[in-house]
């Protein structure tokens, strides 16, 4: 039925398959960054607390009778934590970009991305009303000329703090330019939580920026906290808002019980460790500078490579002698990548391998 799309596809080289994960492999191919997931006690512990609790399963909406003590928790906890007066969980990172970007824009707005933005929330994009723009990644000054152009109720900018892809970190000046021209920002943590900042909050935390009104913050669950879902920092009027217009918040089972507890103990552990974790953090910045004579801003190494040929081959011949990576090419990436992550959890000694095999690689 779809054989001419699919040879289409394979003739690019842009063919995909999942593959069940080679355990065996060391693993810096996933976004698990302080290897928070392998942590033994934290699931003992979440599976003790659970078993306290007479139901296991969220079973409905969060706006229907969904929405349980353990979600409310990790909320409070996440309120207080990054200075936000309201938190919303959700069931993923793609759910919860697919809940801002579809609701906050409306007919007479204007919705400005980062063109490196997420897939979920430029796939949202698509389905909008809205006036949509995007903006040249981290160009603040084409951003600014962009903020100054047409008449629009509302304005909306959407970023990353850290660049799924490239691993570039956001520019600080676009708080500015939102606080100045009084625009929502919406600000993808995916992959700063847990990577950057004093207490590894991410952006807002690094920039130290007091969160206002027009701030929204969206974090994952499936990346440095260990476990799965997400959640969306943001005041209580746009809170509000968003349990009265946001789909996957009314329309979908609430997240799952479990990994919403397994996010909580993995957060505190995270933040009662903080100092060990930035250390480690460091160091692996390190190897990557003295190998590759690169500055990563977070935790992804973003290795170019000339084709997607090359960047299956090298993923071949990586996972052989024993590492795994993210061989990502396009239309995920403009140009074929390694994804290169350096967990944390993985000994500096067994990195500093790996970095030296890849230096070898032709
Ligand atoms: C920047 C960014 N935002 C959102 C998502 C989606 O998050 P999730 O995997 O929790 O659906 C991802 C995940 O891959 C991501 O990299």
Same mark, same amino acid.
């Given at each position: 039925?779809?054989?001419?799309?699919?040879?289409?596809?394979?003739?690019?080289?842009?063919?995909?398959?999942?593959?069940?994960?080679?355990?065996?492999?060391?693993?810096?191919?996933?976004?698990?960054?302080?290897?928070?997931?392998?942590?033994?006690?934290?699931?003992?512990?979440?599976?003790?607390?659970?078993?306290?609790?007479?139901?296991?399963?969220?079973?409905?909406?969060?706006? +229907?009778?969904?929405?349980?003590?353990?979600?409310?928790?990790?909320?409070?906890?996440?309120?207080?934590?990054?200075?936000?007066?309201?938190?919303? +969980?959700?069931?993923?990172?793609?759910?919860?970009?697919?809940?801002?970007?579809?609701?906050?824009?409306?007919?007479?707005?204007?919705?400005?991305?980062?063109?490196?933005?997420?897939?979920?929330?430029? !796939?949202?994009?698509?389905?909008?009303?809205?006036?949509?723009?995007?903006?040249?990644?981290?160009?603040?000054?084409?951003?600014?000329?962009?903020?100054?152009?047409?008449?629009?109720?509302?304005?909306?900018?959407?970023?990353?703090?850290?660049?799924?892809?490239?691993?570039?970190?956001?520019?600080?000046?676009?708080?500015?330019?939102?606080?100045?021209?009084?625009?929502?920002?919406?600000?993808?943590?995916?992959?700063?939580?847990?990577?950057?900042?004093?207490?590894?909050?991410?952006?807002?935390?690094?920039?130290?920026?007091?969160?206002?009104?027009?701030?929204?913050?969206?974090?994952?669950?499936?990346?440095?906290?260990?476990?799965?879902?997400?959640?969306?920092?943001?005041?209580?009027?746009?809170?509000?808002?968003?349990?009265?217009?946001?789909?996957?918040?009314?329309?979908?089972?609430?997240?799952?019980?479990?990994?919403?507890?397994?996010?909580?103990?993995?957060?505190?552990?995270?933040?009662?460790?903080?100092? !060990?974790?930035?250390?480690?953090?460091?160091?692996?910045?390190?190897?990557?500078?003295?190998?590759?004579?690169?500055?990563?801003?977070?935790?992804?190494?973003?290795?170019?490579?000339?084709?997607?040929?090359?960047?299956?081959?090298?993923?071949?011949?990586?996972?052989?002698?024993?590492?795994?990576?993210?061989?990502?090419?396009?239309?995920?990436?403009?140009?074929?990548?390694?994804?290169?992550?350096?967990?944390?959890?993985?000994?500096?000694?067994? !990195?500093?391998?790996?970095?030296?095999?890849?230096?070898?690689?032709?």
């Amino acid at each position: 039925m779809y054989s001419s799309e699919l040879n289409a596809i394979k003739k690019s080289n842009r063919f995909r398959k999942r593959e069940v994960c080679n355990t065996n492999l060391i693993d810096f191919a996933s976004n698990d960054y302080l290897g928070l997931s392998e942590v033994k006690s934290l699931l003992l512990k979440t599976c003790k607390t659970m078993q306290s609790y007479g139901t296991h399963a969220p079973k409905s909406s969060q706006l +229907v009778n969904g929405y349980h003590q353990i979600h409310k928790n990790f909320e409070e906890l996440l309120c207080k934590s990054n200075g936000f007066s309201s938190a919303l +969980v959700l069931g993923s990172g793609f759910l919860a970009n697919l809940a801002l970007i579809e609701s906050l824009p409306r007919k007479k707005d204007l919705l400005i991305l980062d063109e490196e933005y997420h897939a979920s929330g430029l !796939f949202a994009s698509k389905l909008l009303d809205a006036t949509v723009w995007k903006f040249q990644h981290n160009n603040m000054d084409e951003l600014e000329k962009f903020l100054n152009k047409g008449d629009f109720k509302r304005v909306i900018v959407a970023v990353e703090g850290i660049y799924s892809m490239s691993g570039n970190l956001l520019d600080k000046r676009v708080f500015e330019l939102c606080d100045k021209y009084k625009f929502l920002l919406i600000v993808d943590e995916a992959h700063s939580v847990g990577v950057v900042g004093e207490k590894l909050l991410g952006v807002f935390d690094l920039y130290d920026i007091k969160p206002n009104k027009y701030h929204i913050k969206m974090g994952t669950l499936g990346k440095a906290l260990g476990s799965y879902g997400a959640y969306i920092l943001c005041s209580n009027h746009i809170s509000e808002y968003l349990q009265n217009r946001a789909k996957p918040l009314i329309y979908a089972t609430a997240p799952s019980l479990f990994d919403t507890e397994l996010a909580k103990e993995n957060f505190i552990y995270m933040c009662d460790n903080r100092e !060990f974790f930035i250390g480690e953090i460091k160091k692996r910045k390190a190897i990557i500078k003295r190998y590759f004579g690169y500055d990563m801003d977070g935790l992804i190494f973003s290795y170019k490579l000339k084709s997607s040929q090359d960047v299956l081959r090298y993923r071949e011949e990586l996972a052989s002698a024993g590492f795994s990576v993210g061989a990502i090419r396009p239309p995920t990436v403009e140009i074929p990548i390694l994804r290169i992550i350096p967990r944390v959890s993985v000994e500096e000694k067994k !990195f500093e391998e790996f970095c030296k095999y890849l230096v070898e690689l032709k």
